[in-house]
T-cell receptor, first 115, second 113 residues
């Protein structure tokens, strides 16, 4: 069991609403990445935070935004929810920085359903 | 642009069989390749990490190999058990930029008792 914790585990929202997902990284890890996994697909990279700064972004619109806090926990915010945003959202933490290529550890995910 | 492919998409085997899952990637400029297990509706559990300078890694009944020149990695599972039933994902970490993992779509494994 990893030390990466995500909340909530499940969420149902209405189209047009906004949602905030949370992630606590593994102890000693300063890099947090967010992924979206649609049913039957592999996870797709949304963005990454390293020491509170965005450090890379995938092909997602600006209504997907994030934050990383001084304790390296992170939030993913999605505005103006669309039906296609329904997916499993995964958070991963890794050592980052000078230890690029370190093992990534994932949380249990948040299942978001947009109706 | 790195692309990762996993074949087959699904595999069903009898208990006790040794099996191989395949992963191919298009760009050999990677830091590492990581294999994960995913149970239905759950997060990813890291199984094995192979650094670009390594050829293989072993953990219990699992052995993963990496051949960067051919753009291939394999996950070998010995003496499969029903508890091994899950989706197995491989992910490559490309050189440059953020530590963005590029995933395949996974192989869904069913081990029948």
């Amino acid at each position: 069991e990893t030390g990466v914790t995500q909340s909530p585990t499940h969420l149902i929202k209405t189209r047009g609403q906004q949602v905030t997902l949370r992630c606590s990284s593994q102890s000693g890890h300063n890099t947090v990445s967010w992924y979206q996994q649609a049913l039957g697909q592999g996870p797709q990279f949304i963005f990454q935070y390293y020491r509170e700064e965005e450090n890379g972004r995938g092909n997602f619109p600006p209504r997907f935004s994030g934050l990383q806090f001084p304790n390296y926990s992170s939030e993913l915010n999605v505005n103006a929810l669309e039906l296609d945003d329904s997916a499993l959202y995964l958070c991963a933490s890794s050592p980052g920085g000078g230890t690029i290529g370190g093992e990534a550890f994932f949380g249990q995910g948040t299942r978001l359903t947009v109706v | 642009k790195q692309e990762v492919t996993q074949i087959p998409a699904a595999l069903s085997v009898p208990e006790g069989e040794n099996l191989v899952l395949n992963c191919s990637f298009t760009d050999s400029a990677i830091y590492n390749l990581q294999w994960f297990r995913q149970d239905p509706g759950k997060g990813l559990t890291s199984l094995l990490l192979i650094q670009s300078s390594q050829r293989e890694q072993t953990s219990g009944r699992l052995n993963a190999s990496l051949d960067k020149s051919s753009g291939r990695s394999t996950l070998y599972i010995a003496a499969s058990q029903p508890g091994d039933s899950a989706t197995y994902l491989c992910a490559a970490l490309p050189w440059g930029g953020s530590e963005k993992l590029v995933f395949g779509k996974g192989t869904k494994l069913t081990v029948n008792p």
